[in-house]
Each structure stands twice: as structure tokens, then as C-alpha cells.
């Protein structure tokens, strides 16, 4: 099986690819811009092929997608934030990237086009969030994921494309050190500087799921989805921002000795106060059943954090509590 990957040098891009290589037959394609991610794989095998290109451009995506059986479109702008400040840089890759993409696809017969969407195109509902609900978007960010959902089902309608929707909740783990999601910026600020911010009072809720359950459930879509359907993908689990910020504390400071100091600061713009799914949809129709609690996965991150995500990450300019 040729598989594309999309934004395949980001976080979710590098732990999808280690898991895809472990797969009989996979020959791996990634399409990423090398503009914010782990700009090596890490780790080296011929069946992996690296394309610098920017997914605005349809000739990159064309040829980038020629001899594919599969597409996982992982690339985006994913900042909620940053997509408030500047909303036209956000919608045009998040909606006229993915029309290139599914322009790519449909010419070429693609068997399967598996779309990375956001809890943050459901938007402003009651949790736990469905596949029922009529998408509310509060940012242009989850904005663009709508209009992206909404591409991928009229193709598969339209042109009998073989695509599927699903609802990344907050995923989170190892190779994460270029995002601004909030486990990921608390454990740096925690070994950077010792201190973790929480903005608002911490009582805002959302899902954490581990890349590894997010990964299985995408190679679950790639085999088993039906065409235009679209499922929520997360943890099934509501967990306060409070409670994540504590728990990274007490792991921080039991391995290293040292006291992690915890401040608030306003509460900021385009956050919603509660956020998690039912994942009803995707256990029965996919066999989606999520493996690793938060305690473990915040584990397994903190020690590929301690090991190697400081001296690699960037200076952050803030944490998302958005869907990523």
C-alpha cells in the first residue's frame, strides 16, 4: 500500500509514520512545507520518501499524490489563537489546501482520503460532542475545519470518493515540542522554567488522547470507514485543565526534586469552557477503543520531553487549549 501523508514532519505526521512503517507492504510518501515540524524523521528507511512542498500549490500536491492507494491529510494551521489574529492565513490552508488535495484525488483515483479535522469544527455545544451535532465553529480555525469536513463529504457524494472525516480531540505525546497545545507548552515552561501558566482559572475541560490511540484509530478509518462519514476521535474522557496542570506538576517534580510554581492569567479569546466527545460512534462502527490513560501517556511524554524535547523546542508564544 502507497500511503501520502500530509504534514508528515509534524507531531502527529512523525508518530503516524512510525506506525504505518510497521505495516506489511507500506511505502510512505510525506508532503510537509519544513516550516514547523521535526524536519528529520527519526529514523531512516528507504520505504519513506520526503517531499518539501507546500500543499497551496497544486502541482506540488499532484505530484506529491501520483502512484498513492491512500491520502492522510494531516497538514494544516492548526493555531486557534493565532488563526483569531490572522484568520485569512488559517482558512486558506485549512480549506483551499484541502480542496487541492481532494482535486489531487479525485483525478487520480484515490482509494482512501482520510481528513484530520478538529473537535473545534463541532464548536459551541453542550459536551459531550456527537457526530449529530451541526457544526458552530467560535474561531476560523475550527471554521476551516467545517468547510474542510464539508469538502470531504461532497466528494465522496459528488465523485464517490472513498474520504472520511474524524474529530481529533487534544492528542498529545512524544515529538510534540513545536506545538503550542497546553500539555506540551506546560511541560516545557516546566523544564524551561519552572513555572506553569494556566489561563483562566483552570476549570475549563477538554479530552486528552494519546498519539498512539489517535494513530490506531486512523490506520482503523484507512481499513474500515465508509465513504463520507465522519467520527469523533478522542479519549471519551472530560479532564479540567486544572486537573492536567497539577498532575504534570507532581511528575515533574517527583522525577527532578525541584518545585514547579502554577500561576493563572486572563482567560483568552476563542476558548470554549467545556469540550470532550462521545466516541460511541467510532467503537462501533470502527472498533475504536482507546488503550492508554492520561496518567500514562502524560508519563511516556514527560520522559521523551525530559530526554529530548527541550534542547529541539522553540520558545512558545502561548498555549492552546484548542482541539489539536
Known sequence: MRILVTGGLGFIGVNLIAALRRRPGAEIRVLDNGRAGNYQLPFGDPRIQIRLGDILNPTV???AMAGADVVVHLAAETGIVESVRVPRKS??????????????????????????SSNAAVGAHEPPLDESKVPAPVSPYGAGK?????????????????????????????????KGSVIATFFQSALGEG?????????????????????????????????????????????????????????VEA??????????????????????????????????????????????????????????????????????
Not at 474542510?148 to 505525546?173: H, P
Not at 525541584?258 to 486572563?266: A, D, G, M, P
Open 146 to 178: 467545517a468547510a474542510g469536513e464539508a469538502l470531504v463529504a461532497a466528494y465522496a457524494r459528488a465523485y464517490r470518493l472513498g474520504t472520511v472525516s474524524l474529530r481529533f480531540s487534544n492528542v498529545y505525546g512524544p515529538y510534540s515540542q513545536h
Open 61 to 63: 500536491v499532484e505530484e
Open 195 to 251: 513555572s506553569l501558566t494556566i489561563h483562566g482559572n483552570g476549570s475549563q475541560t477538554r479530552d486528552f488522547l494519546f498519539v498512539d490511540d489517535l494513530n490506531e484509530a486512523i490506520c482503523l478509518a484507512m481499513e474500515r470507514a465508509e465513504p463520507g462519514s465522519v467520527f469523533q476521535i478522542a479519549s471519551g474522557v472530560e479532564t479540567p485543565i486544572s486537573v492536567v496542570a497539577d498532575k504534570i506538576r507532581r511528575l
Open 255 to 324: 522525577d527532578l526534586g525541584i518545585r514547579i510554581l502554577v500561576r493563572h492569567s486572563e482567560a483568552r479569546i476563542g476558548d470554549v469552557s467545556r469540550n470532550f466527545s462521545s466516541i460511541a460512534q467510532a467503537r462501533a462502527r470502527l472498533g475504536f477503543a482507546p488503550r492508554i490513560p492520561l496518567d500514562e501517556g502524560l508519563r511516556r511524554t514527560w520522559q521523551w520531553f525530559k530526554r529530548v524535547g527541550l534542547a529541539q523546542a522553540p520558545r512558545m508564544g502561548g498555549v492552546s487549549y484548542g482541539a489539536e
Open 91 to 116: 482558512l486558506q490552508v485549512n480549506v483551499e489546501g484541502t480542496l487541492n488535495l481532494l482535486e489531487a484525488a479525485r483525478a487520480q483515483g484515490i482509494k482512501r482520503f482520510v481528513f484530520a
